[in-house]
């Protein structure tokens, strides 16, 4: 008994330490919020009306927060808590509005949700050209859209899209992908035909040839669509994200069937704005070349020369000639730094076409 009295003794003075800590918390998020609308108010009377939004100041915070940190929490949660007092932060200022593929429940939410947190106005698009025309038009002031996955490589829909948008990128969001077969059916031998988008029928490939051979597969716009349809036909099931389930009332029949284990999507955010640097960057090009031979090495010697990493190239056809094509390269470092901006004023003499599609501060978490 004496033993009992002692532990509740301790526990009690525990928590009641916590109480005072969360009470500390709670008065300076506010403390926070205050300012921020301070930040907002000298902004206007700046005569700036545009959204408050800086990716590369909410990099450099975010860098400075897992420098800092000391644990117990791990430098990643602790980025992601400060992320959602970023976000109701600037939502005290003035919500964002953000456009992303859809429909809910879409891994493009969840990369949405990671990149600006809970304290947005959310869109869900049903196409990447939606996400596009949404903030050309200033229904949103940003999207978001995938643009790589490491397994099947680049989405064209996504890098055809700047052929003709004079839209920026000005973000980027890793995420891990675990894809999840969902149906209204108990048992996965009565599944007649599997939807879902293509990259994730192609990541699912190996699996779905052992585990539902004979089923149609059917292409759709997200997984959350294919989800969508699910819910509403029999002897079908949709490969979406475990929280399609929930929204579409629909059963888990297998959990990671993906068949590479550290299956990865990046997701870029798209907008109006030049981001300036944070410290560490990436740059994205769109460039063309005359079709002769040796072009393709001559665009790329610039960087060579000036000591540029070069993360990414992909070729996309032009539409403009037959045989034509465009190149979308990815680099270290911002368009401001003095070896990048001396790379791509050779580039752009060299090239018959080289545009900058953005400078953006590198995935954080």
Known sequence: MATNMHEQQALQG??????ETDLQIQTLLNKRVAMAQ????????????????????????????????????????MARLF???????????????????GPEGSYTQAATLKQFG??????????????????????????VVPVENSTEGMVSHTLDRF????LNINGEVSMRIHHYLLSNETDITSINT??????????????????????????TSSNSEAAKIVMNTANSAAIAANQAADIYNLVVLASNIE???DNTTRFIVIGTQAVAPSGTDKTALLVSTKNKPGALQTLLKPLSDKGISMTRIESRPSRKGIWEYVFFIDIEGHR?????????QILEQESSMCRVLGSYPKAVI
């Open 38 to 77: 301070e930040v907002a108010q000298v902004k206007v009377a700046n005569g700036e009306q545009a959204d408050f939004y800086r990716p590369d100041r909410e990099a450099m915070v975010l860098r400075q927060v897992m420098d800092r940190n000391q644990g117990p929490l791990s430098d990643e949660e």
């Open 118 to 143: 809970g304290s947005i106005e959310l869109q869900a698009m049903a196409t990447i050209a939606d996400v596009f025309h949404a903030v050309e038009t200033g229904v949103t002031n940003y999207g």
């Open 194 to 219: 599997i939807y879902a988008h293509p990259q994730a029928l192609a990541q699912c490939r190996q699996w779905l040839i052992k585990n539902s051979p004979n089923a149609e597969l059917v292409s």
């Open 83 to 101: 992320r959602e007092v970023m976000s109701a932060c600037l939502a005290a200022e003035k919500p964002l509005q953000v456009a992303y593929l």
């Open 336 to 344: 401001q730094d003095e070896s990048v901006a001396e790379a791509l």
């Open 163 to 166: 052929l003709s948008s004079s």
């Open 259 to 261: 068949d590479e284990a």
């Open 14 to 19: 525990i928590r009641q330490k916590i109480d």
